[in-house]
């Protein structure tokens, strides 16, 4: 059997409701996963692609979340309507979709923009 050309790894974890952190998958359905599966299946990329459910991909303030190997590029924001223009786009064409690209400045960052601030206190500080 051929070696599968690209893997879609689409985050699934769920946390209760009103976690700080949030998480790509708060009914715990894997729609998202499932959708991408489905439709890959649809246009024959079953065998070529795969559509993994994963854990936390430690990205949660940007979810839903998933990242494309081995392109390394990740996706942030990612609802069900987005799913055919990421396969016709970026699988088939190998255009990546710009608009839902996870900035480089928030991948695998401490902080960002979109991550509450964590106060680093000094060893000895009182300052809260
Ligand atoms: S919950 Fe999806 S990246 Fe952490
Ligand atoms: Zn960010």
Redesign the pocket.
Known sequence: MAKFERHIFI?G?R?PEGHP?G??DPTGEARLQKLFKEKLLQRGLKGKVRANQSG?????EH?P?LVIYPDAIWYCGVTLADVDEIIDSHIVEGVPVKRLLMPDACINTATCEHKPRRTVRKPGSTEE
């Open positions: 985050c974890n946390r952190r998480c790509c936390c991909l430690d990205q949660c979810g979340n």
